[in-house]
């Protein structure tokens, strides 16, 4: 399957070779065409899963940690895991198998054009974004996927009332997010119901959620405890 990028500039990540094991090589070859597809039109997500059942999105899904932990603990909802690196791909379709998910799709792809391209409005009941890449240094900034024009294609995919969940282990950029979320009046918190503005600035964390039921600590959140980093929740409704 061809991983096909369109010709859009800046992009959220890299693409590394990273060195896949022989599980995750087998995996790819193998099971790729069963949980695995390269859309060329827009999705129908029934005919995908073959239910109507919500579906949840995880954009940049590493190695499937948190698709993995839900799609066990939530077996009445789809979930799609888009990511580019072909390891982590390996290493969920592996997961797929052993634990016999069937209520996972993968897209190996970059999430912005699969959703500006391929996901049809008002279809997504959960997006999720996990400890995206935080591009530290300035002049990378601009590679950060959340910003303004992502969170207008959000707006779009969610169904009313869809959740839009970020969390990050990169305090600068956590901040940065919920400032943006609370510049967009259509996002309310969806623990306080509140719009998520940060409103004691001497507290910077007074406002992110408790780590919810479907995001398990993923390898990403244990490296960032180990240096000490804290750990900047954001869950937000469409209304
Ligand atoms: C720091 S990792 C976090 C992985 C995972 N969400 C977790 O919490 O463990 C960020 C991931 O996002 C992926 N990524 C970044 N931009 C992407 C995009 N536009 N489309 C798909 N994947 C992307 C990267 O390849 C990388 O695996």
């Known amino acids: 399957m061809k991983f096909e990028p369109t010709d859009r500039q800046i992009r959220s990540f890299v693409l590394r070779k990273g060195k896949m094991t022989t599980g995750q090589k087998k995996a790819v070859e193998e099971l790729m065409p069963l949980f695995a597809f390269n859309p060329t039109t827009w999705i ?10 919500p579906v949840w999105l995880d954009i940049g899904f590493g190695n499937g940690e948190s698709i993995i932990h839900a799609a066990q603990k939530y077996p009445e909802v789809n ?3 888009i990511e580019v690196h072909l390891p982590g791909v390996g290493h969920l379709l592996m997961s797929i198998q052993e634990l016999g998910l069937t209520n996972v799709r993968i897209i190996r792809n970059d999430a912005v054009d699969m959703l500006t391209l391929f996901i049809k409005d008002e279809s997504l009941a959960a997006i999720h974004i996990f400890f995206p890449d935080p591009w530290h240094k300035k002049r990378h900034h601009k590679r950060r996927i959340m910003n303004q024009n992502f969170l207008d294609l959000i707006q779009k995919k969610l169904t009313k009332d869809g959740r839009l969940h970020y969390a990050s282990d990169w305090e600068p950029y956590a901040l940065e997010v919920q400032e943006l979320f609370a510049k967009n009046n259509w996002l309310v918190s969806q623990t306080t119901g509140q719009k998520n503005e940060q409103t004691d600035k001497s507290q910077p964390n007074s406002n992110f959620a408790p780590r ?4 398990p600590v993923t390898k990403f959140e244990r490296r960032g405890q180990r240096l000490e980093h804290g750990t900047y929740d ?6």
């Open 79 to 81: 979930f799609l895991g």
């Open 44 to 53: 129908d997500f029934n005919q995908l899963f073959e239910n109507n059942n």
């Open 234 to 239: 954001l869950i937000m409704r469409k209304t």
């Open 212 to 215: 919810p039921e479907w995001r």
